[in-house]
C-alpha cells in the first residue's frame, strides 16, 4: 500500500495537465468541480494500471488503437480550451447558471482528459514492470488490490487539500486574478494540443 499511496500523490500532484483543469472550474463552478475532476482523473488512472496488472499485451498488438484515442484526446482538450475562452467571456448571470449546470461533466473532462492520453497508459504500464522487477512483493496477488486502494488514498491526498483548502483561498482573489488564471489554463491547453498534434506520435 505505501508504493500506491506514493504513486497516487506524485501523480496527483505533478499532473499539471488535470491541475490546471480542476482549479480553472474550481474558480468558476465551486470546489466540488475541481474535486470531481481529480476523481475523473484518478479513476481513469485505476483502470489503466488493472490493465497494467493484468496484461497490456492486447492493446500493444494494436498500435493502431492509440492514434484514434490520441485524436480523441486532442478533441477533449481543444473544446475545453475552447470552453475555458468562451465562458469567461460572458457575464457573471450566463457564468453562474453554467455553474449549477450538469456537475458530472467535471468527472468527465477529468475522466476523459487521462484516459485519452496514451503517455499516461504507457508511464502506469513502465511502473508496474519496475516495480515487478525489483519488489518480489509486487508479483503477489494481493499487491494489486493493496496498490490500488493505496493509489486512491494518495491522490486524495491532493485532491482533497487543492479542492477544499488551496481554492478556497484562491477563491478570494479578484475577478481579474480569474480571468488570469483562465486565460493561462485556456492557453496552455492550447499548447498541448499542439503538441499531441505535431509532435507527440504513436
Do not use: Y
Not at 500523490?9 to 480553472?24: K, N, Y
Not at 460572458?90 to 492520453?117: A, D, H, I, M, Y
Not at 493561462?184 to 509532435?199: D, E, K, Q, Y
Request: net charge positive.
Amino acid at each position: 500500500m505505501p508504493f500506491g499511496i506514493l504513486a497516487g500523490f506524485l501523480a496527483s500532484c505533478f499532473g499539471w495537465q488535470i491541475d490546471l483543469i480542476a482549479i480553472q472550474r474550481g474558480l468558476h463552478r465551486g470546489k466540488i468541480a475541481a474535486f470531481l475532476v481529480g476523481c475523473g482523473a484518478v479513476l481513469a488512472d485505476i483502470i489503466f494500471l488493472s490493465i497494467g496488472f493484468t496484461g497490456t499485451q492486447p492493446l500493444l498488438e494494436h498500435p493502431e488503437w492509440w492514434g484514434i484515442i490520441r485524436w480523441v484526446g486532442i478533441s477533449v482538450i481543444l473544446v475545453l480550451a475552447a470552453r475555458v475562452f468562451f465562458i469567461h467571456g460572458r457575464s457573471r448571470p450566463e457564468v453562474t447558471k453554467v455553474q449549477k449546470k450538469n456537475p458530472t461533466r467535471n468527472f468527465l473532462v477529468g475522466f476523459l482528459v487521462v484516459l485519452t492520453n496514451p503517455v499516461v497508459f504507457l508511464m502506469w504500464v513502465w511502473v508496474i514492470g519496475f516495480l515487478r522487477a525489483n519488489f518480489p512483493e509486487a508479483r503477489e496477488p494481493w499487491f494489486r488490490e493493496f496498490f490500488l486502494t493505496g493509489f486512491v488514498i494518495g491522490a486524495m491526498l491532493w485532491f482533497v487539500p487543492l479542492s477544499f483548502v488551496f481554492l478556497k483561498k484562491m477563491s478570494r482573489w479578484t475577478q481579474t486574478n480569474h480571468a488570469f488564471v483562465s486565460h493561462v489554463s485556456g492557453g496552455v491547453l492550447v499548447l498541448v494540443a499542439l503538441f499531441l498534434i505535431f509532435f507527440e506520435k504513436f
